[in-house]
């Protein structure tokens, strides 16, 4: 199993201005987010919608098609190929970038372990955000290349 616990996190130095501006802030704590403009982080909160929950929660279900992305605001979520627990994500993680394969099924079971918040990005606004935001691009191809399972063809 592999673990990721927690996304290093820097000191906010964004101005706030209402609910989106707080997700904004909250997001500019990650370094995933740090070649984020403000106004980027602002239209990236804008287009997703912000969910939460106090009970472990399926988010995304294996060998289902892929509608959206997400990104982990707080709590953790649990990763499951089958029955086998192989990742854990915490604050900061994108997950859910199959999105970007049309027509490809999940590839894994994603769930909340507990109480969470999330973004969740739609895959149409995802496409016009890609094409708005050169930053998301970056971010989502690094997050489907550690997300990739490694196949071992020596055999």
Not at 83 to 109: K, M, N, W
Request: hydrophobic share 40%; net charge negative.
């Amino acid at each position: 199993m592999v673990t990721w616990t927690r996304i290093a996190h820097r000191k906010p130095t964004m101005k706030v201005d209402g609910t989106h501006g707080e997700e904004a802030r909250r997001l500019r704590e990650f370094i995933a987010f740090d070649k984020f403009s403000d106004d980027e982080l602002e239209r990236l909160v804008r287009a997703a919608h912000h969910t939460s929950t106090h009970v472990a929660w399926p988010l995304i279900r294996e060998q289902t098609p892929s509608d959206a992305c997400y990104i982990l605001l707080s709590g953790e979520v649990a990763v499951y190929v089958g029955q086998d627990r192989i990742a854990v994500l915490g604050p900061g993680e994108v997950f859910g970038e199959s999105v970007l394969r049309p027509g490809e099924l999940r590839s894994a079971t994603v769930t909340t372990t507990g109480a969470a918040e999330v973004l969740r990005i739609e895959r149409d606004d995802l496409a016009s955000l890609l094409d708005e935001i050169p930053a998301l691009r970056e971010t989502m191809d690094v997050t489907a290349a550690r997300h990739t399972p490694i196949v071992d063809t020596s055999t």
